[in-house]
């Protein structure tokens, strides 16, 4: 489980209560930059953005310090509802292409 949270305070007292990770959520709404300012007072937190990130925000987040980052609609789609399994697919491959570029740069 990772601890969710919107404010900083929230985030950072998930944080030292013991998270591994804190959920920023939802992280479209606040977008990477929030990211970058968590930085200043809190280097040390891991995060992970979720909810309204797209597959192409991807680098941009982990550009930022993200730990990982959580897909929902921009990955799914409408596969769930009889959509294409080859666009999930597709869209599976984009998002996990951005992910060697960052493995092991943490």
């Known amino acids: 489980m990772i601890s969710g949270g919107f404010t900083p305070t929230e985030l950072h007292s998930s944080w030292v ?3 591994a990770a804190v959920k920023i959520f939802p992280a479209a709404t606040v977008g990477v930059t929030f990211a970058n300012y ?3 007072p809190f280097p040390s937190l891991q ?3 979720s909810g309204g ?3 192409d925000e991807i680098p ?3 550009e930022a310090g993200a ?3 959580s897909l929902g609609g921009s990955l799914v789609g409408d596969a769930f509802v009889g959509g294409s399994l080859a666009e999930l697919a597709d869209r599976a491959r984009r998002a996990v292409s951005f992910v ?3 493995v092991g740069a943490q």
């Open 17 to 19: 209560a013991g998270a």
């Open 67 to 69: 730990l990982a980052v």
């Open 100 to 102: 060697p570029a960052w």
């Open 53 to 55: 990130v797209g597959i």
């Open 60 to 62: 941009e987040w982990f």
């Open 38 to 40: 968590l930085r200043g």
């Open 47 to 49: 995060f992970v953005p």
